[in-house]
């Protein structure tokens, strides 16, 4: 093909070879050179973009784990102290009710001992069965006044009994069948026949009748209820020693005048106490029932503290005290320090409560505990090993299901054992209002640090405590509903473990089934889990640290993905499309979550192989992109974190090279081309000037005209053609005028020549040589034939036609020899 271009056309490709080439060599190293560094570049940057992402994500996960350090050893003093506060509380209240009864044991005695009460006691047991005759109570009149004890326990007692003791009938009407005669007579007097209201029935001094009954009730009665007033007792009671008969009572109610050994009460606590009190060896003996209920007091939980009555050596009677309840409820229920959820109370061996509650008065108060036992019995890990003689401190659930910190421990009253628990909420005793504040201290942390959540639970997975308080609040976090949930799953771990851990991101229905996180570690004391702490870390927090772009441009990008592909930090990328799309996000974190949108690319791979390094791969969006990869190890899990941008914006400004050198290579190849043509014009004009000098020459025209050309080398090359076909020219010219003349034996002159020249006149000599030979060898014979010699034959070497020649010569001389041979001969 080059060979069928013209001279013009392989000078111009020529001149455009030269130019292009270089060009194109150095365009191509400069744009692969700059390339490369740019490549260099972009993958540096990349990985200190990755370094640096990578050493804030763990400084911020590390420092996570700092503030949970600080929140345990902050909910462990706040434990002990709330514990240490229980404690003070509870020894107080311990030591003021053991006070308490040792003061009624000391009043008890006092009384028992004293000489009017021994007095009392004679006169009364003396005069008690003489009442009904010195009234002269006829049989009518006994009866009538039975009818009236009858409305009294019917429509007074009754009415008060069933307003305390909804859908219970009262026996009374059976216990008023068993009063024999006497007993009777002084009801009448003092109970139905008693003008003062129902329960004021103590205000009656003396009944208006003439018995020395009434005398001696008016002589004592004052005192000994002045006494009671005193002291704050229930009731006062004087007990024949003999009979059981109770022939002295403060407030009369129905167990006035009935005996304690067969009466209807006989077989009640208050009975227990005059027998063992009757039973007594010595004055000083004290003896105290426990609280049962007691139908005198309608249902109402009384306790009797009793002691024999001595005059001089004599045994006469028992002294017995209805305990009253709002005295040991005056003592628990000071609640200074306790906050608004601490309280503390007396439990006693049937499970029932011996003071009122503070948080539960409805079921929990003494007397609705001894009514509806089902409902206010209350059986704790605290009250069971403080009954048991056990003192210490624990987190328990409490009566009313709750998780409270509680110090307990017995306490002995007389010959009985309580349980005393000082209590409170583990809620208020770890998450304490700061004063003035109007958030506690929890919300006030979670708030300042960020934290979407902040829980307390307790050991057994029960969430006593959040603050946002979302639907897993006051729920089963081990065994409840969201037991399968990351939060479960590591409290549960937790709880085994005692130490801290981490649950990685994964949905969590309580928080609308957003992807969640979280760290938790327990508060142990003594060996066990008081509390555990936990933390939902805020997808916030990881995004502002990811999402930050300084230096990566349009395209730039660093995201999470973790262990099962799942995006662990909002894609930038993603969020430009969705503002300039108005599509659904796929690979935010949540979204990635919803819609299963894994990241599955090469770069994911190797960093959650634990590799790390840099090349060009397809991201998730499925464009080329640099990436910077490597792994990310938070507590046990492997993330990968990753820093990307696109290959077309990383290696734009080669882009731009690439253009500027293709522009260039274009306006070079006009520049080389408009050269080309200017230059290759005169030497094409000059060569074709010879070119046809040539073809005339070569025609045989020598003596063609060839114009001089210019002073360089293609008109010397002319100048040189012109001088070479005027050389041939005149040596042709001379050869020619030579064989004119009849001399063939001039030769043109070759040494005057070199090369292809040199060759054409030695060539000419040859063809002159090959013509004139034979002539001359011919000559030389016909001038021997002339002479008469025929023996003389052509020997020349001969080719072609002059061969032939050569032989018809020598046939002809030979015909002519042999001719005059046979002349001759003839």
Sequence with gaps: MFQKMTLRTKLISSFLAVGLVPLIAVSYLSQQKAENALSDQAFAQLEAVRGIKKAQIEKYFGEREGDMGVLVETVGTLRQEAMNKLIAVREIKKNQIESYFQTINDQMLTFSENRMVVDAMQEFRTQFRTARKENNVDAQQLADWKEQLKAYYTDQFGKEYASQNPGTASKALDYLAQLDDDSLVLQHRYISGNTHPL?????????????????????????????????????????????????????????????????????????DAFRKAKAAESADSIVLVDYEQYTPSYEAPASFIASPIYDGDEKVGVAIFQMPLDRINSIMGERSGLGETGETYLVGPDDLMRSDSYLDPKNHSVQASFRRPETGAVHSDATVAALKGESGTKVIIDYNGNPVLSAYAPVHVGS?????????????????????????YFTQYKEQYGYYDLFLINPDGYIFYTVEQEPDYHTNIITGEYKDSGLGHLVSQVAVDHKFSFADFAPYAPSAGAPAAFIAQPVVHDGKVDCIVALQIPLDAINNVMLQRDGMGETGETYLVGSDKLMRSDSYLDTVRVAETGDPAEYSVVASFAGNHKVETVAVDEALAGKTGSQIVIDYNGNPVLSAYGPLEIWGQTWAILAEIDEAEAFAATTSLTRFLQATAVIALAAIACLALFLTRPIVAQLKRATLAGQRVAQGDLDTAIADGSNDEIGQLVSGFAEVVGTLNTEIGELVDSAKQGDLEARADQNRFEGCYKELIAGINDMLNAICLPVTGATRLMEKVASGDLTERMSEECEGDLERLKTSINTAVDNLDTTISHVAVT
């Design 416 to 440: 009985l054992t309580w349980a005393i628990a000082s209590e409170i909420d583990v809620a208020e005793a770890f998450a304490p209002k700061v004063d003035g504040a109007e958030k506690d």
């Design 199 to 271: 329960g004021s029935k103590h205000q009656l001094d003396r009944a208006d009748d003439p018995s020395k009954y009434s005398e001696l009730h008016g002589k004592y009665h004052p005192v000994i209820r002045n006494y009671l007033e005193k002291f704050g007792y229930y009731d006062i009671f004087l007990v024949d020693l003999e009979t059981g008969d109770i022939v002295y009572s403060v407030f009369k109610e129905l167990d006035y005048s009935t005996s304690l050994l067969d009466g209807p009460y006989a077989k009640t606590n208050f009975g």
